[in-house]
C-alpha cells in the first residue's frame, strides 16, 4: 500500500458516485461470496462496490463512528487498477475487488495507525502489516481504518479518543471491542468484511452484539507482523464478516506461515473455504455448562438453547462437557506484563516526549501493575506465561470424546454506552464482557461467533463454537450448516 498517502482522503464529500448505481444500499447490503460472484461474472465492477461503500459511509458514517480514516481515493484508485484486471479475466482471488476495513491498531504503509489513541494520533508507518499484504495480493480494497477500544484494551470500545463506536442496530448501545468499529463497519454495510484482533474476545464480542460472524483463529495461524498488539501471547487476528463463508474467504487470503513472526504456527495451508461444506453429521459436540451458562440473560438463553435444538439435528451427538479450568489471575498477570513491555518499547522508541504529556494514568490502569511494583510484575510474568503454555500444552487432551464446544457468546446484552461510561463494563449480575470469551485465548484454541437469534428489542444474539488447535475446518463447517439450517442461507440483519 505504498504510497497511499498522497491518495488518502479523510472525509467523505459524496462526490464521484457513479450515475448507474440506482440502488448503492442494496448492493452494499450483499455478502461478500456474492458480489464475489457478480465480479467474476462481469455483473457488477469493483469500482460499484466501493462507490456503494463509500455511499453508505456518507449517509450513515457518522451515526456509528465507525471509522478513524476514509481512503476515499485510495480505494477508488485500487478499484480501476482491479478492474482493468478484471476486463482481461486476471482475478487475483474470490476477494478481487472487494472493500475490506482494518482495526486501526493494524499497520498500512503511508497511512495513519492510531490504536484508537492520543499517543499515536499522527502515527504513520512505513510499511504494510504481513496480514495486508496478503489481503493486496488477494486483490482485496482497503476503504479504510476502523475505531475500536483504545490501546486494544477496552471490550465496549467506548474509550477510543476519537469517540465511541456505536452499535448499527441500537444506537444508543455499545459495538462490543475492542475491534468493535470492525463489527460496525460490517454490520452498517460500510465495507463487506473487516479484520480485527481478538486478545480475550475482541473479534466475537463485537461480532455477537451487532449479529456478524467473525473467527478468532488458533493461535498463531494468521500473521501479527505489523499489528500494534500489546499482548503478544494471548492476541490474535481474525476475520469479521456477514456470513461464515465470507468469513472463510477471509481467512483463506490472511492465513499462512509468516518466518518473520516470531509468534507464527507452521501449520499447512488448508482450503477453508471448500472444508466448510464437508459434512458434520459425525461431529461431536460438547455442551460446557458450567461457568458458561451461568447467569445468562434469559432471552440469550432462550436462544442458545434453541440454537442447541438446531445443532442436535445436525451433528452426530451431544452432551454436557467440562472444559480446563483457566487461570484467570494468571492471564490478567500475563496479559498486564506485555501491555507494559509494548508501551515500554515505544517510550524507548521516538515516543517518549507524548506518553510523558499523554494519559499516564492509562498505562498503570491496564497494566494492573501499580507504579514501582514493575519488577515483581516482572518476576509474576515468567511463571504466569509457563503456566500458560502448560496449561495451552495439555489443553487439547479434553477433546477425546467430543471434537468442538458450544456455548453462548456472550452472557448479558449489549450495554447503553451511558451506562458504561458511568457506571463501568460489568454485567446486571457483575459478569465480565470477556467471561465466556477470554477462556479460548488461553488454550489458543479458535473460536467463531455467529448469530443464533434476537431479543424481543431486535438485539442480535450471538452462538460460540471452538474446538482444540488447527480445527477451524471443523467449527467453520457446523457453523456454516447451522447457518444453512436456521434460516436456510446466511444470516443477514435488516
Known amino acids: 500500500m505504498g504510497g497511499a498517502a498522497s491518495l488518502m482522503n479523510s472525509t467523505l464529500n459524496g462526490k464521484g458516485l457513479l450515475p448507474e448505481l440506482s440502488n448503492p444500499r442494496g448492493i452494499a447490503s450483499l455478502t461478500m461470496t456474492k458480489v464475489s460472484s457478480m465480479l467474476h461474472a462481469g455483473e457488477i465492477s469493483s469500482t460499484q462496490l466501493v462507490q456503494a461503500s463509500l455511499q453508505e459511509l456518507a449517509d450513515h458514517g457518522n451515526e456509528t463512528n465507525a471509522f478513524i480514516t476514509v481512503m476515499r481515493e485510495h480505494a477508488l484508485a485500487q478499484a480501476r487498477v482491479l478492474d482493468d484486471e478484471a476486463a482481461s479475466n486476471r482475478f487475483r482471488s474470490p476477494l478481487h475487488g472487494i472493500p475490506i476495513a482494518l482495526k486501526d491498531n493494524i499497520d498500512t504503509a503511508g497511512v495513519r495507525t492510531t490504536m484508537a489513541s492520543a499517543l499515536f494520533a499522527d502515527r504513520v508507518p512505513t510499511d504494510d502489516a504481513e496480514v495486508v499484504r496478503r489481503l493486496l495480493a488477494a486483490g482485496a480494497i482497503i476503504i479504510g481504518k476502523v475505531n475500536m477500544g483504545e490501546l486494544a484494551m477496552d471490550a465496549t470500545s467506548t474509550t477510543s479518543y476519537f469517540g465511541p463506536v456505536r452499535n448499527p442496530l441500537a444506537l444508543d448501545r455499545v459495538a462490543g471491542g475492542s475491534s468493535g468499529g470492525s463489527a460496525a463497519a460490517v454490520a452498517a454495510n460500510c465495507c463487506y468484511g473487516a479484520l480485527g484482533t481478538d486478545s480475550g474476545g475482541s473479534v466475537r464480542i463485537p461480532a455477537a ?118 487461570d484467570e489471575e494468571a492471564r490478567v498477570k500475563v496479559e498486564g506484563a506485555e501491555f507494559l513491555a509494548f508501551h515500554h518499547r515505544l517510550q524507548q522508541s521516538g515516543y517518549a516526549e507524548l506518553y510523558r504529556k499523554l494519559k499516564p494514568e492509562l498505562l498503570i490502569e491496564n497494566s494492573s501493575t501499580p507504579p514501582g511494583k514493575e519488577g515483581e510484575a516482572l518476576d509474576a510474568y515468567v511463571l504466569s506465561r509457563w503456566d500458560q503454555e502448560q496449561r495451552r500444552r495439555a489443553a487439547d487432551q479434553v477433546f477425546s470424546d467430543f471434537d468442538v464446544v458450544a456455548l453462548p457468546t456472550m452472557k448479558f446484552m449489549p450495554p447503553r454506552i451511558e451506562d458504561v461510561l458511568r457506571h463501568g463494563r460489568k454485567g446486571p449480575k457483575g459478569q465480565t464482557l470477556y467471561e465466556n470469551t477470554a477462556p479460548f485465548n488461553s488454550y489458543g484454541w479458535p473460536a467463531i461467533s455467529l448469530p443464533c437469534g434476537f431479543s424481543s428489542s431486535g438485539l442480535p444474539i450471538g452462538l460460540m463454537i471452538a474446538g482444540p488447535k488447527f480445527s477451524e475446518a471443523k467449527l467453520l463447517a457446523l457453523a456454516y450448516a447451522y447457518e444453512q439450517a436456521r434460516i436456510g442461507g446466511s444470516p443477514r440483519l435488516s
Not at 456478524?212 to 498488539?229: D, E, F, H, N, Q
Not at 501471547?233 to 483463506?252: F, I, K, Q, W, Y
Open 209 to 326: 452484539y451487532c449479529g456478524i460472524v467473525a473467527l478468532k483463529p488458533t493461535y498463531g495461524l494468521v500473521s501479527m507482523r505489523g499489528i500494534m498488539s500489546s499482548s503478544r501471547s494471548l492476541d490474535t487476528c481474525g476475520p469479521m464478516a456477514r456470513s461464515v463463508e465470507d468469513v472463510a474467504l477471509l481467512l483463506d487470503a490472511v492465513s499462512g506461515y509468516d518466518v518473520l513472526d516470531i509468534v507464527s504456527a507452521d501449520h499447512p495451508k488448508e482450503n477453508y473455504r471448500a472444508s466448510m461444506r464437508r459434512p458434520v453429521s459425525e461431529l461431536r459436540v460438547g455442551i460446557p455448562r458450567k461457568p458458561y451458562f451461568d447467569d445468562l440473560d434469559p432471552e440469550i438463553e432462550k436462544s442458545i438453547e434453541a440454537a442447541l435444538d438446531v445443532l442436535g439435528t445436525l451433528a452426530h451427538s451431544m452432551k454436557d462437557v467440562a472444559l480446563p479450568s483457566v
